[in-house]
């Protein structure tokens, strides 16, 4: 069966650093891949998607990118931490397009 | 995608059944109604989806009425770990991001 990781599950940064958040996906191939931003209490924020390895689509304007540089693996990452990047990042895959989408555990983020 | 409503929070007796309405009155003919889940500090949960017949799968039944304006989603024997917020969303099933777009969802507390 799929599975999907995420890593690390918390993490405490100061602003300014750099970012570099890791998901991978188990059990298929060439899936769809996506990054969301959930602030507290709110809902979800598509971020970036990817279609295939190193092809990434970005839905907002920000100080994120992503890459994908091999097919089962997706990474966020930022130059530099802005206070407003606090949040929960999560990662999620599907099949095709038309297919549900299933989400990891994700990474709540604290910029200090 | 069409906006959904769903009233905030709803309570259910832990062995009942749990039936979670939303409204998609603006719903367009091509738009699939998914159902999603979000327990505390996790990642979201895919639930069901269906088009326009009502559909049923280990987690749950969605019912959709026949104008396709709003839907139920119920849990037939609710339990205390299926406390969660539960979100309703229609999507296009297409190759253009495909994102999901969350709104507030419903707090469904189960109780003993």
């Known amino acids: 069966s799929q599975t999907i990781h995420q890593w690390p599950a918390t993490l405490v940064q100061p602003v300014g650093s750099p970012l570099s958040l890791e998901c991978t996906v188990e059990?298929?191939?060439?899936?769809?891949l996506y990054w969301y931003r959930q602030a507290a209490g709110r809902g979800l924020q598509l971020l970036f998607y990817?279609?295939?390895?190193?092809?990434i689509s970005s839905e907002v304007p920000q100080n994120l990118s992503a890459s994908r540089p091999q097919d089962r693996q997706f990474i966020l990452s930022s130059k530099k931490l802005l206070l407003s990047d606090s949040g929960f990042y999560l990662c999620?895959?599907?099949?095709?397009?038309?297919?549900?989408?299933?989400f990891g555990d994700g990474t709540r983020l604290s910029i200090l | 995608d069409a906006k959904t409503t769903q009233p905030p929070s709803m309570d259910c007796a832990e062995g009942r059944a749990a039936n979670l309405p939303c409204n998609h009155s603006?719903?367009?003919?091509?738009?699939?109604v998914y159902w999603y889940r979000q327990i505390h500090s996790q990642g979201p949960q895919y639930i069901i989806h269906?088009?326009?017949n009502n559909e049923t799968n280990e987690m749950a039944s969605l019912i959709i009425t026949e104008d396709r304006k709003s839907s139920t989603l119920i849990l037939p024997h609710a339990t205390l770990r299926d406390t969660a917020v539960y979100y309703c969303?229609?999507?296009?099933?297409?190759?253009?991001?495909?994102?999901?777009?969350f709104g507030g969802g419903t707090r469904l507390m189960v109780k003993p």
């Open positions: 990817s279609v295939g390895i190193g092809q």
């Open positions: 603006t719903i367009s003919g091509n738009e699939y």
């Open positions: 059990g298929t191939s060439n899936p769809n």
């Open positions: 269906g088009l326009k």
């Open positions: 999620a895959w599907s099949e095709q397009a038309n297919q549900p989408q299933h």
């Open positions: 969303i229609v999507r296009v099933h297409n190759n253009a991001g495909n994102m999901l777009t």
